[in-house]
């Protein structure tokens, strides 16, 4: 037989305009109210009647949890306060198994749920908690820190985003830095990390960062972290971890051709060994992947971290020029974003006078050709697919202060000379360039990396929170 009543109720993160309708109307039928001595700052003016407030200071859980039992025994109305939801981390859990092992559920429990702290930071960081997501306390007061641990580990390895309660206090001061150490070996450093202390109080204070960006003396135990998945980005200084509703999958101004390439991206991303790379690097090591359907090519393929955003700001100034070492790469490269950014692209070995040097100074007739379009372009964009001697003829020129190129692309393909040819141009730290290094190459892929400068800025789509 019921006997009594006991009322646990989450007052959310401490701002009033944040508690709920049924928590407030709660605490106003309260005959007592119990809780710790903090939070009875948020409720004190709520209760339009003479109540008996019972206070207790930290980690008095278990004494809080009698003393209502006693004055629900006693047909009082009580009600126990506790911060966020009171099933977070909080008394309902407390409140319940009492009712249960001391009392033979004598006394009624009903829990009225809150706006947990990890909820009230998410929204002011943004939409960090888009997707799935767990709670971690990093508090091993109650649990031992080897199973925490193990907590931390299955969270970073099931990429969820992760909120953080407890991160650090006087005594607890090690904690979070093992967090972060664990989560580094399975999320990358720039993964976006929201810190709020106080969060919808006066005090409030708001910090977006990463992984590596932490600044752990910041922290108390009045914070909370918000860790990003790998899908989780910045932009205008909020957090965002998408559901997956902003894509181009039912955009119907996506063409058939351009569906089945996304879903391709899609694929090979998911099978990269390490897909967090910088989107510079990761737009053009798609489109290589997609044109040879060679997954070596993240292990050999090497990109400035510019050059993808400085080609595809020279290649729309409209005064771009690309000379290619043979036709096949000129042949290779999007002709309708040719002709729309008016680009000119250059390939010079069939030129009468390419023909006539080569004979000349005894050279090839791709050599020759570079020599000449140094001579007109010195500051274009190279591209070389197939030879080897052109690639050559080029770094001398450079070595020598005759060519500016705003970029190279260096794919020769095969044996002699190639690897040599491709060394020499990654040596020059001031040349903007992509190589596919060692003996791989070929005029499709040095297009291809051509192609995927002129799209770059479609490449906001293969952002770290975009659904691709």
């Known amino acids: 037989m019921v006997k009594g009543r006991i009322t646990v109720v989450g007052l959310g993160p401490g701002d009033e305009s944040l508690m709920t309708g049924q928590a407030i109307d709660a605490i106003k039928r309260a005959d007592v109210i119990v809780g710790y001595k903090y939070y009875f700052k948020f409720v004190e003016t709520l209760s339009d009647h003479d109540v008996v407030c019972v206070d207790t200071g930290m980690k008095k859980e278990r004494e809080r949890a009698k003393i209502a039992f006693e004055y629900a025994h006693q047909d009082k109305n009580v009600v126990v306060i506790s911060s966020g939801d009171a099933g977070i981390y909080g008394m309902a859990p407390l409140i319940e198994e009492m009712g249960i092992k001391d009392h033979n559920s004598e006394i009624e429990v009903v829990i009225v749920p809150g706006i947990s702290a990890f909820q009230a930071a998410a929204a002011v960081l943004g939409a960090p908690i888009g997707h799935d997501l767990c709670t971690i306390s990093l508090s091993d007061l109650l649990t031992p820190w080897n199973l925490i641990e193990k907590r931390i580990e299955a969270a970073a390895i099931g990429d969820f985003v992760t909120s953080i309660y407890n991160p650090k206090s006087k005594g607890r001061y090690w904690q979070l830095k093992r967090f972060v150490e664990i989560y580094k070996k399975h999320r990358n450093g720039n993964t976006p990390v929201g810190v709020v202390r106080q969060v919808a109080r006066e005090e409030q204070d708001i910090t977006v960062c990463t992984l590596d960006t932490i600044d752990f003396e910041s922290i108390d135990m009045f914070t909370i972290l918000v860790v990003g998945n790998s899908q989780s980005y910045i932009a205008n200084n909020k957090i965002i971890t998408p559901r997956g509703y902003y894509n181009q999958d039912n955009d119907p101004s996506v063409k058939i051709g351009q569906s089945i390439m996304i879903k391709s991206f899609k694929q090979i991303r998911s099978e990269l060994s390490n897909p967090e790379i910088s989107i510079s ?17 993240e292990n050999i393929f090497y990109c400035d971290d510019n050059a993808m955003d400085k080609w595809h700001r020279y290649l729309t100034s409209g005064e771009a020029v690309i000379v290619t070492d043979v036709t096949m790469v000129k042949s290779g490269i999007r002709k309708a974003a040719l002709e729309r950014l008016g680009i000119k692209v250059k390939c010079y070995l069939e030129d009468e006078r390419v023909v006539e040097m080569a004979k000349e100074k005894g050279i090839t007739r791709t050599q020759a050709g570079i020599r000449l379009a140094v001579k007109e372009h010195p500051d274009a964009i190279y591209a070389f697919g197939n030879a080897p001697t052109a690639l050559i003829e080029l770094t001398e020129a450079v070595r020598k202060g005759n060519a500016t190129p705003t970029g190279v692309v260096a794919a020769p393909v095969g044996f002699v000379n190639v690897v040599e040819s491709k060394h020499r141009m ?30 770059f800025d479609d490449a906001y789509q293969m952002m770290p929170g975009r659904d691709l």
């Open 426 to 455: 990654k040596s020059f730290d001031s040349i903007s360039k992509c190589i596919v290094t060692g003996r791989k190459g070929g005029s499709s892929l040095a297009a291809t990396i051509l192609n995927a400068a002129l799209s």
């Open 281 to 297: 690097r990761l737009w053009p090591l798609l489109h290589l992947v997609h044109t040879s359907a060679d997954f070596d090519m």
